[in-house]
């Protein structure tokens, strides 16, 4: 089964808010961890990874938190905009496996209200 | 920017058939990945490549094989494809570099198999 969550599988937010998507793997030793953006009849998007040497990254407009204690991964997009609506979803992978293969969170859908 | 194309946006194919689905990528990645996405079921690793000729059987093999005769080519075969082969199939591609890189996916194939 999948080892990589999200807690919540649609979240709602209004242009400019700052908007958090959250997602929980179960493998403590995952060490690479990836957002991907997915807009309606396109392919996944890379946003930004991390590594596990990191508990923070940013990016253009996004930041991606690591909690490893907890086994907890968040994706934060300020100033949300109209087209940052798409399915988000997070990717892990470990050192003790392939370094190719990655297991996959199902996806959270955000929306942006105008 | 990574570009990696799909050959097909849609297609539409009987059961039985033989089905080929192509990709390309123009990055010079050695690994290239084929994945279907499913709604409940997230991203499913079908097959990997990380050589020419190479390859490596995924979650999901049965059913599909596949060819790398070249380096930017990466092909999908449905040998005889079967209603429960319909679904979108995603291919990606990856860098071989130091530390895990991240995969780069095209826009997909929307396969429906009457």
């Known amino acids: 089964g999948e080892s990589v969550g999200l807690h919540l599988p649609t979240l709602s937010v209004q242009e400019g808010d700052n908007s958090i998507i959250n997602c929980a793997y179960s493998?403590?030793?995952?060490?690479?961890f990836i957002w991907y953006k997915q807009e309606s009849g396109k392919g996944p998007q890379f946003i930004i990874d991390?590594?596990?040497?990191?508990d923070k990254r940013q990016g253009q407009r996004v930041t991606v938190l690591l909690n490893k204690t907890v086994k907890h991964l968040s994706l934060q997009i300020a100033a949300t905009q109209p087209g940052d609506s798409a399915v988000y979803f997070c990717?892990?992978?470990?050192?003790?496996?392939?370094?190719?293969?990655?297991?996959f969170g199902k996806g959270t859908l955000l929306t942006v209200n105008p | 920017d990574v570009k990696v194309t799909q050959s097909s946006r849609y297609l539409v194919k009987r059961t039985g058939e033989k089905v080929f689905l192509e990709c390309v990528q123009d990055?010079?990645?050695?690994?290239m990945f084929w994945y279907r996405q499913d709604p409940g079921l997230g991203l499913r690793l079908i097959y990997f490549?990380?050589?020419?000729?190479?390859?490596e059987k995924g979650d999901i093999p049965e059913g599909y094989s596949v060819s790398r005769e070249k380096k930017e080519r990466f092909s999908l075969i449905l040998e005889s494809a079967s209603t429960n082969q319909t679904s979108m199939y995603l291919c990606?591609?990856?860098?071989?570099?130091?530390?895990?890189?991240?995969?780069?996916f095209g826009d997909g194939t929307r396969l429906s198999i009457l």
């Open positions: 990606a591609s990856s860098l071989v570099g130091k530390g895990r890189q991240p995969q780069h």
């Open positions: 493998n403590s030793a995952s060490d690479y």
């Open positions: 991390i590594r596990s040497n990191m």
């Open positions: 990717a892990e992978n470990f050192s003790g496996g392939s370094n190719y293969k990655l297991t």
């Open positions: 990055m010079d990645h050695e690994n």
């Open positions: 490549s990380y050589d020419v000729k190479m390859k």
